[in-house]
């Protein structure tokens, strides 16, 4: 059965440092979301991504975040300069439709920044 | 906004009796309402959804949930509870806008199960 692979399952990183997280969506998904989830928190929507640009963003998503989709499998997540409250669980997300679609996430990259 | 709310936030049940999780949702429209689980070191995984029609709907590992638009409510129940079922629930409601949908989680009800 077809999923969403995240790499890598774990990063550590020191405050300021940039950091890229790693999504293949399945593979004739057309819609691509990365949410993250504080330690104890609830699962927040960072942004949603179709057609090579971006659908949606939350506030969460400022200037420190992009995402590109830089070849037909992969879909990342840039943290510019970490800092430590972006110490959190993102999970990346695609469906094949917009909407009421169901979304399929993955594993998830438990980011620690020190 | 939309919001969700799940009031319990740890429930604990014997292996064998009924599992009924909570869930109240704001919206201004007819909610498109999904339930998912996450086991330990897991991703979320769909058990159901409501979009529209019959109010009760079936999902899977013998789960259903119930939608109440008068009571704004999105109640998952299982009638006999596995320890398997261990993990933690997750209700959320879809916002859609032109091609871009975002799902609002609840915070999250973490369910025990005693053998």
């Known amino acids: 059965e077809p999923e969403v692979t995240q790499t890598p399952s774990h990063q550590v990183t020191q405050m300021g440092q940039e950091v890229i997280l790693r999504c293949v969506p399945i593979?004739?998904?057309?819609?691509f979301y990365w949410y993250r989830q504080i330690l104890g928190q609830k699962v927040e929507f960072l942004v949603s991504f179709y057609n090579n640009e971006i659908s949606e963003k939350s506030e969460i998503f400022d200037d420190q975040f992009s995402v590109e989709r830089p070849d037909g499998s992969n879909f990342t997540l840039k943290i510019r300069s970490t800092k430590l409250e972006d110490s959190a669980m993102y999970f990346c997300?695609?469906?094949?439709?917009?909407?009421?679609?169901?979304?399929?996430f993955g594993p998830g990259t438990r980011l620690t920044v020190l | 906004a939309q919001s969700v709310t799940q009031p319990d936030i740890h429930i604990t049940v014997s292996e064998g009796a009924s599992l009924e999780l909570r869930c109240n949702y704001s919206y201004g429209a007819t909610p498109y309402l999904f339930w998912y689980v996450q086991s330990p070191g897991q991703g979320l995984q769909l058990l159901l959804k409501?979009?529209?029609?019959?109010?009760l709907v079936q999902g899977i590992k013998g789960f259903e949930a119930e939608f109440k638009r008068s009571q704004s409510s999105f109640n998952l129940r299982k009638p006999s509870v596995h320890w398997s079922d261990a993990a933690e629930y997750f209700c959320?409601?879809?916002?859609?806008?032109?091609?871009?949908?975002?799902?609002?989680f609840g915070t999250g009800t973490r369910l025990q199960v005693t053998l």
């Open positions: 959320a409601v879809v916002k859609i806008t032109g091609t871009a949908s975002k799902l609002t």
């Open positions: 593979s004739n998904h057309l819609y």
């Open positions: 409501y979009f529209s029609g019959d109010t």
């Open positions: 997300a695609s469906s094949i439709l917009a909407g009421a679609g169901e979304q399929f």
